[in-house]
């Protein structure tokens, strides 16, 4: 699990790095600030729930945003692939 959420962590925070505003200033930063990992088995693979909580400021706007992140794999000749992904806040 270890290198799975290495990966996720990566490839979030990446996301969260190009998030963009809707403020007409063009530079917007953003951290991660938590994240939590939940997975199960299934039966092609496993199930993972991330709960992440990210900052994402820009010039006098600051906000913190929670979201849930859904991630199904399917192992598929020995090499896992995300089949279905889903990110909600809240």
Do not use: C, P, W
Request: zero cysteines; a negative charge; hydrophobic letters at 30%.
């Amino acid at each position: 699990m270890t290198t799975l959420k290495s990966y996720t962590t990566s490839e979030l925070y990446q996301q969260m790095n190009q998030a963009k505003s809707d403020v007409e200033t063009g530079e917007v930063h953003s951290e991660l600030k938590s994240e939590n990992v939940y997975y199960t088995r299934t039966e092609n693979g496993f199930s993972t729930v991330n709960i992440i909580k990210v900052t994402i400021s820009s010039v006098g706007h600051e906000e913190e945003v929670s979201m849930l992140a859904h991630f199904n794999y399917v192992k598929e000749n020995d090499v896992y692939k995300v089949m279905q992904n889903k990110f909600v806040e809240y």
